[in-house]
């Protein structure tokens, strides 16, 4: 698999090199993806512009890859124009897959995503401050 990969605080980003998402290009990016999480990356940007087509192994990638990214409170972003991949994509129902047009939107995203879930995390802890609630006399 032909690819770049730019680590950021809060994201990794690939750009894949290659024309087709097969088998041979899904194995080694399960590889490292896993790499990723261990790492601690939950939000992860793959820049698939070249990519012309993807087969069901790739499919089955994508769809794993973005479940743990879920799990993870984080989000898989895939980054193309191509309108036939794109409706390929959203053939395969992969429930919470962002596809969008840009890197830089994928970016924005991924703060958006990390506010989000700041702010979910405090409203939360909120709920937690002043313990149990109820009637004490019960």
């Known amino acids: 698999?032909?690819?770049?990969?730019?680590?950021?605080?809060?994201?990794?980003?690939?750009?894949?090199?290659?024309?087709?998402?097969?088998e041979e290009v899904s194995a080694t990016f399960d590889t490292l993806s896993?790499?990723?999480?261990?790492?601690?990356?939950?939000?992860?940007?793959?820049?698939?512009?070249?990519?012309?087509s993807v087969d069901q192994s790739g499919l089955t990638t994508i769809r794993k890859i973005n479940r743990q990214c879920t799990n993870e409170v984080g989000l898989l972003i895939l980054v193309t124009k191509n309108d036939d991949l794109i409706d390929v994509l959203d053939g395969a129902n992969i429930s919470d897959l962002t596809i969008l047009p840009t890197v830089e939107e994928a970016i924005d995203?991924?703060?958006m995503n990390e506010l989000e879930n700041d702010?979910?995390?405090?409203?939360?802890?909120e709920y937690?401050?002043?313990?149990?609630?109820?009637n004490a006399d019960a």
């Open 1 to 22: 698999m032909n690819y770049t990969i730019e680590k950021n605080e809060q994201y990794a980003l690939i750009r894949l090199a290659e024309s087709q998402f097969g």
């Open 34 to 52: 896993r790499g990723l999480f261990r790492e601690g990356y939950s939000n992860i940007i793959i820049d698939v512009e070249p990519v012309q």
């Open 109 to 111: 995203a991924v703060f």
């Open 119 to 125: 702010f979910r995390s405090e409203e939360d802890d």
């Open 128 to 134: 937690d401050v002043g313990g149990s609630v109820g």
